[in-house]
DNA sequence: CAATCCCGCTAACAGTCGTTAGTGCGGATA
DNA sequence: TATCCGCACTAACGACTGTTAGCGGGATTG
């Protein structure tokens, strides 16, 4: 057990737990060891055991974090009034490209490393995701039926806007000269009016299959 | 170095080959150990070495099989006369969307446990990956120079797309009632066309910015 | 000033890692 | 029949894994 558990502040740990989400992200839960992330903080591996628990701990933390501001974003914006589904999807879109924007570590070592949870964490993660990603689905569901989403599988819906912002991932890697706020516009744009252009009215989708 | 070079037919070496790609999409390349490997093909840890290299090499060969189909697809592509960028857009979108239905387990390797890579093939991967994303930048510059793609950032474009198919690997686990056809045509229309239904041509994005 | 406690350290643990060496069985080859 | 070779085995290697025990210095508290 962490020692500090009464510290007055903790500004040690939340270094440890910034550069083990680091860390996590860049080798893997698995890759990562706690020499490594002593390292990086400046200290022995022993010595991070006065104010952690367990490497296991650590990423419980990071995952169930990302996890509870998704469901609580959602929870807000249901109980928000005056806003139809094509809004809410709009403003759940926007959500997540700010989250991979601004908290790129968290977000991809709950996306990809999670899956080295302990039972019965792991089975408690994959729950609130499933049930996050009904609720999405039941607005998409909605917006069909109000005539302002277009007629697509509402399970494929959710996957893609959930998927599509992970392109996020490569932009943090090489800036190039997109601006963030530039992102989060072509972004929620392109997922939700898509990459054709229809100012001719044209509603064929395509031509014959392609290979 | 793996004694059955010259073995006539190497199934059991394309066996532990699949098996690689399981369990590093599973469990990651450094949570994978050549134990599990082993015991997934039934022999020995020390068995394997009288058909590969090192654990190394199966990552290799995984990553840049995958690489190596890509840069192939677009190759073929762009030596395809007759086609507009749209046209294209859409084949590579449905080439992506296939590999991530057929050939999920190498298609994350390569996607999520290619850092695991020893120089110089990491640089290599990176590289090549590169070449590629730019390649198809340049397909979507030119659809918005013909005004047949909608003037978004090309190169938050290329990011959103591939990264959508991603989706794909939440289909795999829970089915539901989508068939890999249907999969397929659904996302494909909803990164060409998006999720906004604009059979009234309005063309007013979205109202107020939403938090 | 004395007592307490935070927090770094070294040493060590039991276990696992990828990999090599060497052995022997069984079928194909000469 | 004698020889070879593919392929599985056991045993073992040095390095590394997460974690615990215990020590001591320095700041904080009574």
């Known amino acids: 057990m962490a020692r500090n558990i009464r510290t007055r502040e903790g500004g040690r740990r939340e270094e440890i737990a910034t550069a083990a ?18 390292g990086s903080v400046g200290i022995e591996a022993a010595s991070l055991y006065n104010h952690i628990d367990s490497k296991a701990g650590l990423l419980r933390e990071i995952c169930f974090r990302i996890a509870d501001d998704c469901s609580t974003h959602l929870r807000d ?6 806003l139809d589904s094509l809004r809410r999807l ?13 908290r790129l570590d968290e977000v991809l070592v709950a996306t990809n490393e999670f899956r080295s949870l302990e039972e019965p964490w792991l089975e408690k993660f994959l729950h ?7 609720q999405v689905e039941g607005i998409i569901s909605q917006g069909i039926r109000e005539g302002l989403v277009r007629p697509l599988e509402p399970y494929v819906v959710v996957l893609t806007i959930m998927s599509a912002v992970r392109g996020i991932e490569f932009w943090h890697r090489s800036r190039k000269n997109v ?33």
């Open 21 to 38: 989400a680091r860390l996590f992200r860049e080798k893997g839960f698995s890759g990562t060891g706690m020499r490594d992330l002593a």
């Open 90 to 102: 709009e403003s759940i879109t926007r959500f997540h490209v700010r989250m991979w924007i601004e």
């Open 128 to 134: 609130e995701r499933r049930i996050y990603m009904r």
């Open 179 to 211: 601006s963030a706020a530039s992102l989060e516009e072509s972004m929620v744009d392109l997922i939700v009016n898509g990459i054709r252009n229809d100012t001719d009215g044209t509603s064929d989708t395509h031509g014959p299959a392609l290979p």
């Open 77 to 82: 914006l249901e109980a928000t009034p005056g």
